[in-house]
């Protein structure tokens, strides 16, 4: 692609002069990245500017109003916005939703505030990722808890074609948090009902790939240590489905020992017992249901895993 190609994309992506939706989205734009609100809200006053409020606006990437705000993390600007009815999964070029650019900054009043007004949880069909991948991979807890919480996939897949699904391409969020180390994520999905053998019990996958990479496997390869191992078992991991291959380049011989431990031993009817009782509750959040039970408070937290 020339230089002049590349000029050209990028003219059309700005917005013409003469468009007056553009003009009144810019200063719309403007006021919200200069966190200005009381600008923001004397604009807002005008019909003009309400009928722009969803108008894409700047240069090269044109975004609206509300995407600045998400991204900057201007809280009360983003706040007027939804107030006076800007669409809250406008997707931008990337197809991006302004939840997502509040994820990827890490403004956790702008996620929260987004979700308490009906924002979906997983993002735009139309984009390879997510904002629980985006959270799991930045090790960002509180975020994924908010996203969680609001009823994001918790075992959600990047949005790849049949064909070019492979073991790498599939991999979700548990894989991810046990690659980058992010042990309060991992465990986080786990509680939300990530599933342990995340992949090998899918007849869809198993059908394109005969040997996928278990989360046992990769926290192995990775070295991710004994407690992401621990965590696994304790949620009903299949310690029979790795394929393991002792060698110099299997890390951590604690927790490759628990594994084959755990082969040998099955798990204490307490621990089944307790993974049972957490299956019969059909919450995704089941931490309410559990502290509701009429049982001791040292039994709430075994259930809950604390």
Request: glycine fraction near 6%; charge should be neutral.
């Amino acid at each position: 692609m020339s230089l002049m190609d590349i000029s050209k994309i990028f003219s059309l992506l700005q917005p013409k002069e003469e468009d007056e939706d553009g003009e009144q989205s810019q200063a719309l734009n403007n006021a919200v990245s200069s966190d200005d609100v009381t600008l923001l809200a004397r604009l807002l006053s005008q019909e003009s500017y309400r009928k722009s409020i969803n108008a894409r606006s700047g240069w090269g990437v044109p975004v609206t109003p509300l995407r600045s705000a998400a991204a900057l993390g201007h809280l009360r600007c983003l706040e007027l916005l939804l107030e006076h009815g800007a669409e809250i999964d406008i997707l931008d070029v990337k197809a991006q939703t302004p939840l997502f650019t509040a994820v990827i900054g890490k403004h956790l009043d702008c996620v929260v505030a987004l979700l308490k007004s009906g924002a979906d949880p997983n993002g735009s069909q139309y984009n390879n990722s997510s904002p629980v991948f985006t959270a799991v991979r930045e090790g960002d807890v509180d975020v994924l808890r908010e996203l969680l919480r609001y009823g994001a996939e918790v075992d959600v897949k990047p949005k790849v074609p049949d064909w070019a699904a492979n073991s790498t391409a599939c991999r979700g969020p548990l894989y991810i948090s046990a690659v980058y180390g992010h042990l309060d994520c991992f465990k986080l999905l786990l509680l939300h009902g990530a599933n342990p053998d995340f992949n090998c019990t899918d007849e869809k996958m198993l059908a394109r790939i005969k040997q996928p990479k278990t989360v046992l496997e990769v926290c192995l390869r990775y070295g991710c240590g004994v407690e992401y191992i621990q965590l696994l078992i304790d949620f009903g991991a299949n310690v029979f489905l790795p394929t393991l291959i002792v060698d110099k380049t299997t890390k951590q011989n604690e927790a490759l020992g628990l594994l084959l431990q755990q082969r040998v031993c099955p798990r204490t009817l307490m621990s089944q017992t307790r993974q049972a009782i957490r299956r019969f509750i059909p919450l995704t959040d089941k931490e309410p249901a559990i502290d509701s039970l009429d049982i001791p408070l040292i039994m709430r937290n075994y259930l809950k895993y604390k």
